[in-house]
């Protein structure tokens, strides 16, 4: 089973940049792709970026050229860099990691880490 351990979170003013990380460990061979999902107050979950073994990556509209997902395969973390962050960007973030053992297809999520941008 995959872990993930988020780090980066925070209170950062409208404009500012954070940058969040997530480190998986154990069974990590079996991971895909990893992103970065959000979750608003009051609203449904929603990706905001991933990136697939080779680097490919692919964002949400409302993030495209703002934020940066990347990747060390090498320490199997996940990063995302968020600049130029609006009130709209306050949300739990989440890390996924999206495994295939075999012939399943399994989603790990990390424990989440809280944004807040002020206006």
């Known amino acids: 089973q995959v872990q993930l351990v988020e780090s980066g979170g925070g209170l950062v003013q409208a404009g500012g940049s954070l940058r969040l990380s997530c480190a998986a460990s154990?069974?990590?061979?079996?991971?895909?792709?990893m992103g970065w999902y959000r979750q608003p107050p009051g609203k449904q979950r929603e990706l905001v970026a991933a990136?697939?073994?080779?680097?490919?990556?692919n964002y949400a509209d409302s993030v495209k050229g703002r934020f940066t997902i990347s990747r060390d395969n090498a320490k199997n973390t996940v990063y995302l860099q968020m600049n130029s962050l609006k009130p709209e960007d306050t949300a739990v973030y989440y890390c996924?990691?999206?495994?295939?053992?075999?012939?399943?297809?399994?989603?790990?999520w990390g424990q989440g880490t809280q944004v807040t941008v002020s206006s």
């Open positions: 154990r069974n990590t061979r079996s991971i895909n792709a």
């Open positions: 996924n990691a999206h495994a295939i053992i075999l012939t399943l297809e399994i989603d790990y």
């Open positions: 990136i697939s073994t080779g680097g490919s990556a």
